[in-house]
């Protein structure tokens, strides 16, 4: 496996190697780009000893630890070989990461990408301290987009930027990353860690994901029969993923209670705990259900926009849903910022997934059948509403009350 062009693993020039007595394509872990532009100067003055009057400045003098980066890449690299699957055996190496599509069993694969990171939420991550899971947020928000195309997760590239390393909190969130790909059955096939000084504040970071899957030609979804009487089935979700923190933050803000205080709506958990809840992974169950049944004719992953933005990306435009709301089991923690925020029903349904994090679209007599293989498959699964001719431009109505109450 790669990391690839990384400061997780980069191969510096050979020069530098042997100037240190360290043999070529050692791997290293240095800013992209960043070696590129430094000179073949011996090792003397690229450890910072002193060659004359003055000593020349180091990059660890401007903010980069290239030994932190090492450690970094050495608690990583059982974590990441632990992703293998056909196509990518995982291993640490060279500049690209590489993967063998032939290994798959495809005949006729269409490739499909996605891209994303976790928002605000990481702000959550780093004031409490807990990095253990945000990296499986990072891989759900990209892998739940490729299960709704109809594809199957190939394999996932990251990139962690913050101001300073931490060798051991970094591994943590990768721990995650590594995790999530595990869950999905995707490859970590590559990533940058760039340390930037003076450009993140201390102690933060920010996370992006990169996935890629494929599909069977003639079976990416949404299919072309969607039509009017088709069924919505609604997958819960884990609480709130990765989307709406910003307004989460300043719900909490509001509510004068710390990341550490008992969460309100979680017995058990502190606050901060409770809202780094992981984005759910729809991979497994929703592929099983397209496989198994052929009756899946379109998903919706509910992220930012919620109901009103994401339902009708799954739609003929001729076509929107009609969405019974009191068949919608919102979640303890949409009660509580909902209360505590004073948030009007509307706004919840835009900014939040307010307990449904995927829809399925399903003829009627086959509701059953799909409901049956992702039950199956752990998702709690049932119909929340049924596809009807659009009504102008607001294609998601609803019916029913929105039980909010705490």
Known sequence: MSRQESDRITRPKDNYNRAQGIAPNTIFAL???????????GFEHMSGKKSGPERGLTYGEAGVDIDAGNRMVDLI????????????????????GLFDLARTGFKDPVLVAATDGVGTKVKIAIETGRHETIGIDLVAMSVNDLVVQGAEPLFFLDYFACSKLDPENGAKVVAGIAHGCRESGCALIGGETAEMPGLYQAGDYDLAGFAVGAAERG?????????????VIGLA??????NGFSLVRKIVERSGLGFDAPAPFAPGKSLGEALLEPTRLYVKSCLAAIRKTGAVKALAHITGGGFPDNIPRALPKSLGADIDLSTVNAL????????EGGVAVPEMLRTFNCGIGMVAIVAPDKVDAVLAVLREHGETAAPIGTVVPAQGDERVSYRGTLDLSL
């Open 237 to 242: 979700s884990s609480g709130v993923h990765s």
């Open 77 to 96: 690299k059982p974590l990441v070989r632990a992703t293998a699957r056909a196509g990518a055996d995982a291993e640490i190496g060279g500049f690209g």
């Open 332 to 339: 303890p923690v949409f009660r509580w910022l909902a209360q």
């Open 31 to 41: 800013p992209r780009g960043e070696f590129a532009a430094r000179q073949p100067w």
């Open 219 to 231: 079976t990416i979804l949404p299919r072309n029969d969607v039509a009017a009487g088709d069924v």
